[in-house]
Every structure is written in structure tokens, then in C-alpha cells.
């Protein structure tokens, strides 16, 4: 059983339309971060979130900590073929205790 | 400056053989951490070195184990392969230990298949 469920496991969409994927877990997290991966690399960070109800943007991504800090979802306007890939949510339980949801694995289609 | 390079990038091994794989972690990193990656457990992490001691370790059986380096060049060992050891296993070094809000950045992985 994971810790972080990542949802959904897969997505497939057109270019220009947007997305939310979700990592939810039942445990609090001090922070968590969001990272995406591509074929044949390792996982590139995104971003980390720290407080309960944050919201960060980095140009059409944005990224919400959940009040609880619980939950996290990462939303895409108008994706692009470059969104393609592997978007990983790592939670801290502490400041030595990381976990990694499975992933979602987006594809976009031109 | 150079990314994290992990060396071998494929490997195929046989059950029973042992493997060691290697990092080389960005230059004035001194942490390093290991993680397995598979389609069906998603990235599990194995343990963290800093300094050249091991600070963090995940939920592994012994057969795996690790090392670093007074450059902190870091090396990762399993012995006595088995066919669900394989694997993409990546590496992660860091200014600071994982989790103290210093950024990881890994390498491209190695790719261990174990017939």
C-alpha cells in the first residue's frame, strides 16, 4: 500500500486541454513536492510546497497544498506535447522521512 | 556544472550474481541517495549517505547496501540478485541531507535486469 495514492495512474489528452492529477494521503506531511520524469531521465523537481492551503504557480502549472497538508494536486492549462511524462508527489513526514506516490503518466498529444 | 552520473546505464545480470553500481554526485554535493523504481512499487528509497555515513535507510533487506567516498562519489551493492531486483535504480545527490529543504537532483538511473 502506498502512502501517497497518485491519481489517475494514467492520462491521455489533447494538446490545449487542461488537467489535474491528485496525490492524497491519509498521513500529514511537513511538505511535499512534485517532480516530473521523462523517458530515460531521472525525476526533475517542480516544486515544494511547505504550508497547509498553499498555492504556487510556475507558468501554466499550478500547485495546491492541501489545508490539512494531507493532499496535494498539481493542474495543467492548456498542456502541451513538452507536459509529457512521468509527475511524481514526494511527501516529508519528517525532515528524514520521504515517500514517493507511483506517479501519474501523462501523455499529450499534438 | 556537471549533473549527477551514474555508471553502468544498463546491466544485465543472472540470479545469484551480486552488482555494484556508481554515482557520481554534482560537485560540492555532499549527499547522496538511493532509490529503486519500479512500474509496479513506484520509487522506494533505499538509504542516504552524507559525509560518508550512512544517515537514512529505507525498507531494504541487507542484501543491499551502499558506500561513500571521501569525494563523495557513492556506490550501491546487491548481492545475491533476484529476478525482482530488477529494476531502474536511480541516485540523488543534494547540498544537504534529503528533507532539510536542500533540492535533490538525480542522475538518469541504471537499468538492472536480472534473468
Known amino acids: 500500500t502506498q502512502l501517497l495514492e497518485q491519481s489517475p495512474q494514467f492520462l491521455s489528452i489533447q494538446e490545449g486541454e487542461n488537467l489535474t492529477v491528485y496525490c492524497n494521503s491519509s498521513?500529514?506531511?511537513?511538505?511535499l513536492q512534485w517532480y516530473r520524469q521523462e523517458p530515460g531521465e531521472g525525476p526533475v523537481l517542480l516544486v515544494t510546497?511547505?504550508?497547509?492551503?498553499e498555492v504556487k504557480k510556475l507558468k501554466r502549472l499550478t500547485f495546491q497544498f492541501g489545508d490539512a497538508r494531507k493532499d496535494s494536486s498539481l493542474h495543467i492549462t492548456a498542456a502541451q506535447p513538452g507536459d509529457t511524462g512521468l509527475y511524481l508527489c514526494?511527501?516529508?513526514?519528517?525532515?528524514?522521512?520521504?515517500?514517493f506516490g507511483a506517479g501519474t503518466r501523462l501523455t499529450v498529444k499534438p | 556544472k556537471a549533473g549527477v552520473t551514474q555508471t553502468p546505464r544498463y546491466l544485465i545480470k543472472t540470479r545469484g550474481q551480486q552488482v555494484t553500481l556508481s554515482c557520481s554526485p554534482i560537485?560540492?554535493?555532499?549527499?547522496v541517495s538511493w532509490y529503486q523504481q519500479t512500474p509496479g512499487q513506484g520509487l522506494q528509497f533505499l538509504f542516504e549517505y552524507f559525509s560518508e555515513t550512512q544517515r537514512n535507510k529505507g525498507n531494504f533487506p541487507g542484501r543491499f547496501s551502499g558506500r561513500q567516498f571521501s569525494n563523495s562519489r557513492s556506490e550501491m551493492n546487491v548481492s545475491t540478485l533476484e529476478l525482482g531486483d530488477s529494476a531502474l535504480y536511480l541516485c540523488?545527490?543534494?547540498?544537504?541531507?534529503?528533507?532539510?529543504?536542500?533540492?535533490?537532483?538525480f542522475g538518469p538511473g541504471t537499468r538492472l535486469t536480472v534473468t
Open positions: 514526494a511527501g516529508f513526514k519528517n525532515n528524514n522521512d520521504m515517500r
Open positions: 560537485s560540492g554535493h555532499r549527499s
Open positions: 510546497v511547505v504550508t497547509g492551503g
Open positions: 498521513s500529514v506531511f511537513s511538505s
Open positions: 540523488a545527490s543534494s547540498l544537504g541531507l534529503a528533507g532539510s529543504f536542500y533540492e535533490q537532483y
